[in-house]
């Protein structure tokens, strides 16, 4: 790397071995860029045992706190303030990066209130809305507080990036009138899109027990109430019974889930996983038949692109930044939010008509290709980079 890359500090709540879909797309954004800048991070310790400054990729970690997630997460936005004051000073970083409207970023903000305080200029900061969820929980969840801290941090952002329309259009309705790219999540197409051999992929079979004539669907994600997947298990009950449910990730509903399973007389139809490693999941998806997730909410939705990418067919609900991606009977099929037969009616036209499947799932899959590489979504975002104190003065 050039002594004279630019170097930039990142703020996120939770980062590795905290991953979800924000921490991978700073991952994959950062290694592709690793030759143009620097990058430092300051995050939540959340964990005893994490260390305090470590290396993951080309990105340094700096983690403050106890290692208690919910006292390192609300000192978040004065701790790292201050260590991002200490680390200015010898690193006089370029620009700031927030991702989501969080704890972390909320240092960023604080920073530069110090800065301007203290006399000194602000330091132009880029802000990635990542969130998924709903607009009842924006507005009314902790009275109003969250909706107040977005209005206060896109008042404070130089650039804004959103990973759907959805969400850029949730900033505008705010008031946000600057500078804003859509900047959408990505997927590593060379890995999701890799074939199998027979073998490999009758053995995984044989552990899922899954027979010549069976049919798996397959959902992933974090097992909570806005990812619906109560919604999938209610609907396999109306599903043949040779049709089967996968459900990959944990989660605070996965109790709730294996109850209503059970309820419901499905429970040898529903096969929990839970954490599979990013590396197996295309495997996994290789011996699944369609992949669902009738959102409640969604801001983006990685696991839509990543089944896209291994050619399944996706049901999704038309909500949020699904519908960037998605086009009903075109790149997927549409259900209804907390509509069980809806989902029944999406399985069976995919499964009575295996052409519109086919040729979905094709198109499904260049797309991703022609729009959702990392590759493509890491030039952009250098191109933000580059530009930021550019736009950030006119």
Not at 1 to 25: D, H, Q, R, W
Not at 266 to 276: A, M, P, T, Y
Request: net charge positive.
């Amino acid at each position: 790397m050039a002594t004279n890359a630019k170097k930039i500090l990142i703020f996120s709540t939770a980062y590795y071995p905290f991953v979800g879909g924000a921490e991978l797309a700073a991952r994959e954004i950062t290694d592709r860029l690793r030759n143009d800048f620097e990058f430092d991070l300051i995050t939540a310790k959340l964990q005893k045992s994490l260390p305090n400054v470590e290396k993951i990729g080309s990105v340094s970690v700096y983690r403050v706190g106890f290692g208690n997630k919910l006292f390192d997460k609300l000192l978040l936005p004065f701790s790292g303030a201050f260590l991002a004051w200490k680390l200015n000073k010898v690193r006089s970083y370029f620009c700031l990066w927030g991702i989501m409207v969080t704890f972390g970023s909320g240092a960023g903000y604080i920073f530069n209130i110090l800065r301007v305080m203290t006399g000194k200029k602000r330091v132009p900061i880029i802000l990635t809305l990542q969130e998924g969820d709903s607009e009842n929980h924006l507005q009314y969840k902790w009275a109003g507080l969250i909706n107040l801290s977005w209005k206060l941090a896109l008042k404070n952002t130089d650039f804004l990036t959103g990973i759907s329309n959805f969400l850029l259009n949730r900033a505008k309705k705010m008031g946000y009138l600057g500078h804003c790219a859509l900047v959408p999540n990505g997927v590593n197409v060379e890995v999701f899109s890799k074939e199998f051999g027979t073998k490999v992929k009758d053995e995984l079979k044989m552990r899922l027990n899954k027979k010549p004539d069976d049919i798996f669907l397959v959902t992933s994600g974090r097992l909570t109430h806005k990812n619906a997947t109560d919604d999938i298990i209610s609907a396999l009950a109306s599903l043949p019974k040779n049709i089967s449910l996968i459900i990959i990730g944990k989660g605070e509903d996965g109790p709730k889930l294996q109850k209503q399973a059970r309820d419901l007389a499905v429970e040898n139809r529903v096969k929990f996983l839970g954490f599979i490693p990013y590396a197996e999941l295309p495997k996994y998806l290789s011996v699944c038949d369609i992949f669902i997730r009738p959102s409640r909410s969604e801001g983006f939705g990685n696991s839509f692109i990543e089944a896209m990418a291994t050619g399944l067919p996706v049901i999704a609900t038309p909500v949020g930044g699904i519908v960037d991606f998605v086009d009903d009977k075109e790149t997927g099929i549409f259900c209804s939010p907390d509509n069980p037969q809806s989902i029944v009616r999406a399985v069976i036209l995919l499964l009575n008509d295996k052409m519109l499947a086919e040729q979905m799932a094709q198109k499904a899959k260049s797309r991703v290709a022609e729009r959702y590489s990392w590759d493509l979504i890491a030039l952009k975002m250098r191109g933000i980079f580059e530009n930021v104190k550019v736009e950030a003065n006119t």
